[in-house]
């Protein structure tokens, strides 16, 4: 396993922001996610060694996250939701520093920083002072320094808050390359559902410091009983109004319709209208749940 947590307890006076969590997360791209207050920066922060934990274990990539804290930071990359970045410093400067402070030698970091800068898209900035960088430059640099010195696991925490939509494909679509081309692990906190399941395999829903659900995506949404997503070579409304005749019950979701069948009818509604119409089914599938839905119902079934 990635990482291993057992009983992992964290108390703030009376709040209490981790309860007995225990979770054990594969390798790959895991997506943590939660509503404000579940937890999720400090599980990150005791993943780190960067709080004391009152009781419980963790483990990250084999070591021990209280004993062995320095190893697991070597070992580690951080991508911080926090502003992070020194005024007055260049991009290559920043990044070859990062490699510097988990041990790498000076002239080392700073052949890593120019070939990182080179990968996250920043090589004409490496020379600009950071404070001049736009909110997307700042964090590929933030991911630059994370990565520099090739860890096993890379963690980002909200990596495209704040971001417009161009600047979260950027991110995106180079989380997807560190995952899928690099090999690389992800834990990726966000509350962005959709930019979890762009980039993740496997996800972790956490609750008032609880483990609420967890698996994989793809397992996670369940198929819906009588619920069929259909495409149609002609005209949509027509063909909602011939099943809606024969007790469907039909509603258009971008190219295609989400059709909920009545009871006992199976698929047989809809082969008929077809051929009523002398219509083309283009496509049918069972309607799955979303990742949304899968997150609301974790949240809500906690109460």
Same mark, same amino acid.
């Given at each position: 396993m990635l990482i291993e947590l057992e009983d992992l307890t964290k108390t703030y006076g009376a709040v209490t922001a981790l309860s007995g969590l225990s979770v054990a997360l594969p390798g790959g791209a895991v997506g943590l996610l939660g509503p404000n207050?579940?937890?999720?920066?400090? @599980?990150?922060?005791?993943l780190l060694g960067l709080i004391?934990?009152?009781?419980?274990?963790?483990?990250?990539?084999?070591?021990?996250v209280e004993s062995q804290a320095l190893e697991v930071r070597r070992a580690v990359g951080f991508v911080p939701e926090d502003e992070c970045l020194f005024p007055g410093v260049t991009g290559v400067g920043?990044?070859?520093?990062?490699? %510097?402070?988990?041990? @790498? !030698?000076?002239?080392?970091?700073?052949?890593?920083?120019? %070939? @990182?800068?080179?990968?996250?898209?920043?090589?004409?900035? +490496?020379? +600009?002072?950071? %404070?001049?960088?736009?909110?997307?430059?700042?964090q590929r640099l933030k991911i630059a320094a994370g990565i520099v010195h090739d860890p096993k696991l890379l963690i980002l925490d909200e990596p495209t808050n704040g971001m417009d939509p161009a600047g979260r494909v950027e991110i995106l679509d180079l989380c997807r390359d560190l995952a899928r081309a690099k090999g690389m692990n992800l834990l990726i906190s966000s509350h962005l559902l959709p930019d979890v399941e762009a980039v993740c395999e496997h996800v972790v829903v956490l609750g008032k410091g609880r483990l609420l659900a967890q698996g994989r995506i793809v397992d996670l949404k369940r198929p819906h009983d009588r619920q069929y997503e259909v495409r149609v070579r002609g005209d949509r409304a027509a063909f909602a109004r011939l099943l809606a005749d024969r007790g469907a019950r039909a509603e258009p979701v971008?190219?295609?319709?989400?059709?909920?069948? !009545?009871?006992?009818?199976?698929?047989?509604?809809?082969?008929?209208?077809? %051929?009523?119409?002398?219509?083309?089914? +283009?496509?049918? +599938? !069972?309607?799955?749940s979303t990742l949304e839905e899968v997150f609301l119902q974790a949240v809500e079934g906690a109460g």
């Open positions: 207050g579940a937890g999720k920066t400090t @599980m990150i922060r005791a004391r934990i009152d009781s419980g274990r963790g483990r990250v990539l084999g070591m021990d920043f990044v070859a520093y990062a490699g %510097e402070l988990v041990g @790498m !030698p000076r002239r080392d970091a700073l052949r890593r920083a120019h %070939e @990182m800068l080179d990968y996250v898209g920043l090589d004409e900035a +490496r020379y +600009r002072r950071v %404070e001049s960088y736009s909110t997307g430059m700042k971008d190219d295609r319709l989400l059709v909920s069948l !009545p009871d006992g009818s199976g698929t047989a509604a809809l082969w008929e209208a077809a %051929e009523t119409a002398s219509e083309q089914i +283009r496509m049918l +599938r !069972p309607r799955r």
